[in-house]
């Protein structure tokens, strides 16, 4: 769409719609809390749409009410098929008069290219706080928002051969300068303490999304929100963070007193009745920041009996080579200390990582096996190639007969859990895109 394109504003400027899914939910709750904070923008309207029903009515109806309409997409990089066919679905059901339909995320901001041809109009390039009131700005102003500081577009009709324009990426955001949530429309989720990660493990898309480096939301300002979260009675607090101990830090050594800041000033705001959830869903524990003392915190003031721990292999080699930055022995540790100190330990698993051998597979069993001994229950994945990591143009993860069937073994006695036979399969269909 084109300026020129743009119909004219009538008493209806512009509504957004959400193509609002389970998965991506909690990144439209931030996109929604960035609107409605900027005075400018807050008073457009916004719908979410679940399902391609939903985003059809939603769209039907702004238009009848002389609206032009944002659509906003986002999905992570295993939803692309499914994303892309109900954008389909929408746009064979609706009009396009006066619509808009914009896609962020990791997936698009990885595979702009990949993402127009399926038919979208715009990509939004990075964090999209400051770029969707920048796109909605652009609406109102009845200007075409290609070209904005991260957006990509196509440079024509046809979005087989069409060239790509693209400029640059979006600005990346302080945490405290945008809300967690949603307070107008009453959508809310865990806080967002921490993004981007320093870590870089050569498997995983955050690195590379959001940054090598940790930003932090800070104490006064997570303080702020429980405060609010507490005044509408929410019972659970839980935290977004790529590694819980790092709250606070900005290099690989926890920071425990900064840690013990935002937990008894968390505790402080929602008393004793109420839950704080911490190193568990959805964030986890890099398993070398286990110890007595970062334990000792979190018995102290959290109210999870389990901690999430990343361990992924059972082989140093595997480990090295996808740049975890712990070995197999820090894994034990952790998970020794947890059980010791009466927590759970879920250890998070990734299975036909890219070069791994029968030896790794091997040790990978065993680790399980003693881990599971200790009393720890394993989370298993399968390893996809992930858009914009290192591993990308890896061969997807596949499981052997061996190690199909000593998780099925595990899994009979409840000591394992997770979808990598899903996993196994999105793998394949992932890698065959690719190679399309
Ligand atoms: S897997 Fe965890 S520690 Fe590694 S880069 Fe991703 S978020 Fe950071």
Redesign the pocket.
Known sequence: MTAAELPTAKACDLTVVWAYRRTGKFAFHVLTGALESAPDVAHVPITFGNGVEAVCAAIDDAQRRGCRVLVGWSFYSPDFAEMTNELRAVRARTSSHGVLHVVGGVHASAEPLQTLRAGFDLVAIGEGEMLVREIVRAILRSESPRGLEGTAWLDGDDAKSAPMKRNGKAARVQLDDFPPCAPAHRRHGPIEITRG?????R?????FFAGANFRHRSVENVREWVRYFVSCNFRDYRFLT??SMSYGTHTEQPDLAVVEALLATVRGEIGPARKLWFGTFPS?V?PEHVSHEALRLLSRYVDNRSLIL?G?SGSDAMLAHSK??HDVAAIERGAALCVEHGFVPHVDFLFGMPGETADDVQQTLQLMDRLVAQGARVHGHTFLPLPGTPFRRAAPGALTPELRQHLVRLASQGSVYGQWEQQETTAKEMAARREA
């Open positions: 990660c320093i870590y870089a493990c498997f995983c898309q955050t690195p790529p590694t986890e890099r990343g992924q975890r930055g």
